[in-house]
């Protein structure tokens, strides 16, 4: 139970740092704030009225001291205003909420069938280890980790979209311009999951209860599919959950390599434009998505693993 | 184990010599300035002149890519180690300061830790301005905290371990153990740790430069290499190809290494 | 020389051990004996000051330590050393075995050449020859490194040994071997040692006083002869007729 109450503080001590370390890095950015944010406001105006300029200091308290500034934001984004886009005048949730979409459509398709092919690989390389199946998997593995995501994604686009023009290469909209994207995605996920599902197969394999029922006279398939399958779930699981960043990282160089709309050229496009307040969301997005999954994967671990002992956590 | 450790350090520090030997001979012989454009000879594919090409100024794009690969190799190397040094320290410092300010380290060092690499680097690289030095910066500030989060880890099992508690006994002060028992026996792990993130530093800054958040154009970095020629892909593919392949083969070159390191310290061969 | 009344150890609200009174004299082995989770290790890690225990009297002469309430805290005398169970968990992996029986002298400041020779004598003394001292330990048998232990233990001279187990890692013929010398050793130096284990036959061979604990509490405090010819308890005649039906006992104690 105290072990609980020290997570749960330990989770909201992170969120605060999050929030400090994203505001201070909009705080130090260069730039006139009030300029911009008159900007926003009065796209149509040619110049800005000085008048204008000091009344948004006062109402932004822009002149305030780095504390103070930072808890009056934090108490908003407690609230949950997240303030208004620079460039646009939108609320930065109705823009978020508008990119959204698309990221989600690209990543959870590349997920699906990465994972797929990444077990499908895995398991036949831990049920013929050895065999040619295994060392590709190996290979393909290691080149797959090496390989840099968006020259993975220039080369597709070269051999689908050049080539033998089967496929848009850039943009979104139809379902035919998903297909590169999420491919290339998808190939990143295989690689990287391919190698940890064979080596938690394999660990699983060689656990002593295996010999065990291998002595009983259990056939190998029926020991794969009902023993080592279960077996090595949960730590994969763990690691998927843990793989989240590689994952968005991904993303984000996916849709600028394919000029797609989404998360990923939002937050470019608006660090690009030093659209503040979008850039402190998304990168408070980021991170709190990164820390919550993180909690919750650990939080079914030690549900369904007793073992799992106090103390253990980060 | 530790003669075939010793081994592979000889033959790993042959190996790094005799690609750097490469390179800095590369260059040398070069008849080629990385930065010499050639308007009579654009984007002509691999010749006997022009081993890998020129590219869309007349550059000769393997004396580029040998440049390139002080930018690549040099800038990633110094960030890893920045971190690894730093991170280590930290780390070390946390598993030595008792339950509250172990906490506090680590909730900060878990704080950094949430952003990912890219979207922390897009994001100071970004506001900052595109330039090599706020890459650099960029990527040091997002460097160290696997390492802290290893370096805390292990130096907490270790100060368990038998040994530990007899070098306490026999009077050897904190400081004299942290030196002599446990940083020696935390290290190996972490120097697994540095090759990794050595290549992954590698694939963030050509990453960041093709986004054009990094090191940019006409500098020969492979990434910007890689922006300057998306471009020609159609009419000249090997303005992509060449330095993508480089990205590629450095970075499993370090893989492999840092796998047969890792390998090698594997504690049933200890 | 080391002289304990009604030791207590409590840690997170839980009593481990209560009630145990020992003494040691000079050139004497006192054997802790008891199941595994009985408490014993609890004892003399808390004589070494690394678990916080109380007591109603506590001795210790080479120090003149005489006190009542908290333990003392030893780490550090030059007095007491510690041979533990495992000796791949005790040495470091990165030390030469020299390097880790010289780390005992660490307090003293010697010169270099006398480190190396008090080594080279003490490795000696555990039958070791002065080739070891640059071996590591995972290229030297399990007995070998249980032997740099000893070593280790014996070079600062201390007066008290306390040992964990030092037999139970090792195979039959090594233990008989390492048994016996240090039984020599205490015979000739004068050393007090305080050994646990769970091994019967050892303390029927070796031991001048037996102590019994169950469960973090006093069974029986007796000399060797009285523990196994006229046990204090039941459950202590229980444990000796398991050992001797195992054939676990010497022949003497057959009786």
């Given at each position: 139970?105290?072990?609980?109450?020290?997570r749960?503080?330990?989770?909201?001590?992170?969120?605060?740092?999050?929030?400090?370390?994203?505001?201070?890095?909009?705080?130090?950015?260069?730039?006139?704030?009030?300029?911009?944010?008159?900007?926003?406001?009065?796209?149509?105006?040619?110049?800005?009225?000085?008048?204008?300029?000091?009344?948004i200091?006062?109402?932004?308290?822009?002149?305030?001291?780095?504390?103070?500034?930072?808890?009056?934001?934090f108490?908003?984004?407690?609230?949950?205003?997240?303030?208004?886009?620079?460039?646009?005048?939108?609320?930065?949730?109705?823009?978020?909420?508008?990119?959204?979409?698309?990221?989600?459509?690209?990543?959870?398709?590349?997920l699906?069938?990465?994972?797929?092919?990444?077990?499908?690989?895995?398991?036949?390389?831990?049920?013929?280890?050895?065999?040619?199946i295994?060392?590709?998997?190996?290979?393909?593995?290691?080149?797959?980790?090496?390989m840099?995501?968006?020259?993975?994604?220039?080369?597709?686009?070269?051999?689908?979209?050049?080539?033998?023009?089967?496929?848009?290469?850039?943009?979104?909209?139809?379902?035919?311009?998903?297909?590169?994207?999420?491919?290339?995605?998808?190939l990143?996920?295989?690689?990287?999951?391919?190698?940890l599902?064979?080596?938690?197969?394999?660990?699983?394999?060689?656990?002593?209860?295996?010999?065990?029922?291998?002595?009983?006279?259990?056939?190998?398939?029926?020991?794969?599919?009902?023993?080592?399958?279960?077996?090595?779930?949960?730590?994969?699981?763990?690691?998927?959950?843990?793989?989240?960043a590689?994952?968005?990282?991904?993303?984000?160089?996916?849709?600028?390599?394919?000029?797609?709309?989404?998360?990923?050229?939002?937050?470019?496009?608006?660090?690009?434009?030093?659209?503040?307040?979008?850039?402190?969301?998304?990168?408070?997005?980021?991170?709190v998505?990164?820390?919550?999954?993180?909690?919750?994967?650990?939080?079914?671990?030690r549900?369904?693993?007793?073992?799992?002992?106090?103390?253990?956590g980060? | 184990?530790?003669?075939a450790?010793?081994?592979?350090?000889?033959?790993?520090?042959?190996?790094?010599?005799?690609?750097a030997?490469?390179?800095?001979?590369?260059?040398?012989?070069?008849?080629y300035?990385?930065?010499?454009?050639?308007?009579?000879?654009?984007?002509?594919?691999?010749?006997?002149?022009?081993?890998?090409?020129?590219?869309?100024?007349?550059?000769?794009?393997?004396?580029?890519?040998?440049?390139?690969?002080?930018?690549?190799?040099?800038?990633?190397?110094?960030?890893?180690?920045?971190?690894?040094?730093?991170?280590?320290?930290?780390g070390?410092?946390?598993?030595?300061?008792?339950?509250?300010?172990?906490?506090?380290?680590?909730?900060?060092?878990?704080?950094?830790?949430?952003?990912?690499?890219?979207?922390?680097?897009v994001?100071?690289?970004?506001?900052?301005g595109?330039?090599?030095?706020?890459?650099?910066?960029?990527?040091?500030?997002?460097?160290?905290?696997?390492?802290?989060?290893?370096?805390?880890?292990?130096?907490?099992?270790?100060?368990?371990?038998?040994?530990?508690?007899?070098?306490?006994?026999?009077?050897l002060?904190?400081?004299?153990?942290?030196?002599?028992?446990?940083?020696?026996?935390?290290?190996?792990?972490?120097?697994?740790?540095?090759?990794?993130?050595?290549?992954?530093?590698?694939?963030?800054?050509?990453?960041?430069?093709?986004?054009?958040?990094?090191?940019?154009?006409?500098?020969?970095?492979?990434?910007?290499?890689?922006?300057?020629?998306?471009?020609?892909?159609?009419?000249?593919?090997?303005?992509?190809?060449?330095?993508?392949?480089?990205?590629?083969?450095?970075?499993?070159?370090i893989?492999?290494?840092?796998?047969?390191?890792?390998?090698?310290?594997?504690?049933?061969?200890? | 020389?080391?002289?304990?009344?009604?030791?207590?150890?409590?840690?997170?609200?839980?009593?481990?051990?209560?009630?145990?009174?020992?003494?040691?004299?000079?050139?004497?082995?006192?054997?802790?004996?008891?199941?595994?989770?009985?408490g014993?290790?609890?004892?003399?890690?808390?004589?070494?000051?690394?678990?916080?225990?109380?007591?109603?009297?506590?001795?210790?002469?080479?120090?003149?330590?005489?006190?009542?309430?908290?333990?003392?805290?030893?780490?550090?005398?030059?007095?007491?050393?510690?041979?533990?169970?495992?000796?791949?968990?005790?040495?470091d992996?990165?030390?030469?075995?020299?390097r880790?029986?010289?780390?005992?002298?660490?307090r003293?400041?010697?010169?270099?050449?006398?480190?190396?020779?008090?080594?080279?004598?003490?490795?000696?003394?555990?039958?070791?020859?002065?080739?070891?001292?640059?071996?590591?330990?995972?290229?030297?048998?399990?007995?070998?490194?249980?032997?740099?232990?000893?070593?280790?233990?014996?070079?600062?001279?201390?007066?008290?040994?306390?040992?964990?187990?030092?037999?139970?890692?090792?195979?039959?013929?090594?233990?008989?071997?390492?048994?016996r010398?240090?039984?020599?050793?205490?015979?000739?130096?004068?050393?007090?040692?305080?050994?646990?284990?769970?091994?019967?036959?050892?303390a029927?061979?070796?031991?001048?006083?037996?102590?019994?604990?169950?469960?973090?509490?006093?069974?029986?405090?007796?000399?060797?002869?009285?523990?196994?010819?006229?046990?204090?308890?039941?459950?202590?005649?229980?444990?000796?007729?398991?050992?001797?039906?195992?054939?676990?006992l010497?022949?003497?104690?057959?009786?």
């Amino acid at each position: 139970m105290t072990h609980a109450l020290i997570r749960l503080t330990g989770l909201f001590v992170v969120i605060f740092g999050i929030a400090l370390i994203t505001f201070a890095l909009a705080h130090f950015a260069p730039g006139d704030k009030a300029q911009a944010i008159a900007h926003a406001r009065y796209p149509d105006a040619m110049g800005i009225p000085p008048q204008i300029l000091i009344d948004i200091r006062a109402e932004f308290r822009l002149d305030d001291p780095f504390h103070l500034h930072f808890l009056n934001w934090f108490g908003q984004v407690l609230r949950g205003d997240f303030g208004v886009s620079y460039s646009s005048g939108e609320r930065v949730w109705a823009i978020f909420l508008g990119s959204l979409g698309e990221t989600v459509t690209l990543t959870i398709t590349s997920l699906v069938f990465g994972l797929t092919g990444a077990f499908i690989l895995a398991s036949l390389a831990a049920r013929y280890p050895g065999s040619i199946i295994d060392r590709a998997a190996v290979v393909i593995a290691s080149v797959g980790a090496a390989m840099p995501g968006f020259w993975l994604a220039l080369l597709l686009i070269l051999a689908f979209a050049v080539h033998l023009q089967w496929l848009p290469a850039y943009g979104t909209g139809t379902a035919a311009h998903l297909v590169l994207p999420a491919l290339t995605l998808a190939l990143w996920v295989m690689a990287s999951q391919t190698r940890l599902l064979r080596s938690f197969f394999l660990d699983a394999r060689a656990q002593p209860f295996m010999e065990t029922l291998r002595l009983r006279g259990h056939s190998e398939s029926e020991l794969f599919y009902r023993h080592t399958l279960r077996h090595a779930m949960a730590p994969a699981l763990t690691m998927i959950g843990l793989d989240f960043a590689s994952l968005m990282e991904g993303a984000i160089i996916i849709e600028l390599t394919f000029a797609r709309s989404g998360i990923g050229s939002l937050f470019a496009a608006s660090v690009l434009s030093r659209d503040l307040p979008l850039v402190m969301f998304l990168v408070m997005f980021f991170a709190v998505i990164y820390v919550l999954i993180n909690t919750s994967v650990e939080l079914v671990q030690r549900l369904s693993d007793p073992r799992m002992s106090e103390g253990n956590g980060p | 184990m530790r003669a075939a450790l010793r081994r592979f350090l000889r033959r790993l520090s042959l190996a790094v010599t005799c690609i750097a030997g490469a390179v800095i001979a590369g260059l040398w012989l070069t008849p080629y300035d990385p930065a010499a454009a050639d308007f009579l000879d654009r984007l002509s594919p691999p010749t006997a002149q022009h081993w890998a090409g020129t590219d869309h100024l007349g550059r000769d794009i393997a004396t580029r890519l040998l440049h390139g690969g002080l930018w690549s190799l040099g800038l990633s190397l110094t960030i890893t180690a920045f971190g690894l040094v730093t991170g280590t320290l930290i780390g070390i410092i946390a598993a030595q300061s008792g339950r509250i300010g172990d906490f506090a380290i680590m909730r900060v060092t878990d704080s950094f830790f949430a952003f990912p690499e890219l979207v922390a680097a897009v994001a100071v690289a970004g506001i900052f301005g595109p330039s090599t030095v706020n890459l650099v910066i960029a990527l040091m500030i997002v460097s160290w905290m696997k390492f802290t989060r290893l370096a805390r880890t292990l130096a907490l099992t270790t100060s368990k371990q038998d040994f530990v508690t007899q070098a306490r006994l026999n009077g050897l002060s904190q400081a004299r153990i942290l030196l002599v028992h446990i940083l020696p026996n935390i290290l190996p792990s972490i120097l697994v740790l540095g090759t990794n993130s050595w290549s992954r530093t590698i694939l963030a800054i050509s990453g960041l430069s093709f986004l054009g958040f990094g090191v940019q154009p006409p500098q020969s970095e492979w990434g910007a290499m890689l922006l300057d020629g998306k471009p020609y892909m159609q009419s000249a593919p090997h303005l992509m190809i060449f330095p993508g392949l480089t990205v590629l083969i450095s970075v499993l070159a370090i893989n492999l290494a840092g796998d047969r390191l890792r390998d090698l310290l594997a504690p049933q061969s200890m | 020389m080391l002289s304990v009344d009604n030791l207590t150890v409590r840690t997170q609200g839980k009593t481990l051990v209560q009630g145990v009174s020992l003494t040691v004299q000079p050139g004497q082995m006192l054997c802790i004996i008891g199941e595994s989770g009985a408490g014993k290790s609890t004892v003399i890690k808390a004589l070494q000051g690394l678990m916080p225990g109380t007591c109603d009297h506590f001795r210790f002469d080479p120090i003149g330590l005489d006190l009542k309430g908290a333990l003392p805290d030893m780490v550090g005398l030059p007095n007491t050393r510690w041979v533990m169970q495992d000796p791949l968990a005790a040495l470091d992996p990165r030390f030469r075995l020299g390097r880790s029986v010289a780390e005992s002298l660490h307090r003293l400041n010697l010169p270099v050449d006398e480190r190396l020779s008090r080594v080279k004598s003490a490795l000696e003394t555990v039958e070791l020859g002065p080739e070891f001292a640059d071996r590591f330990p995972t290229e030297v048998s399990m007995g070998q490194a249980q032997r740099a232990c000893l070593a280790r233990a014996m070079i600062a001279e201390p007066r008290l040994i306390f040992f964990d187990e030092p037999l139970s890692a090792l195979d039959a013929l090594v233990q008989k071997k390492i048994a016996r010398r240090m039984d020599e050793l205490r015979r000739q130096t004068g050393m007090a040692y305080v050994v646990v284990t769970h091994d019967l036959g050892f303390a029927a061979t070796y031991a001048d006083h037996i102590i019994l604990l169950r469960q973090g509490h006093m069974e029986a405090s007796q000399t060797r002869e009285a523990f196994f010819i006229r046990p204090a308890n039941a459950y202590a005649r229980a444990l000796i007729d398991a050992a001797r039906n195992l054939g676990a006992l010497p022949e003497s104690q057959v009786a």
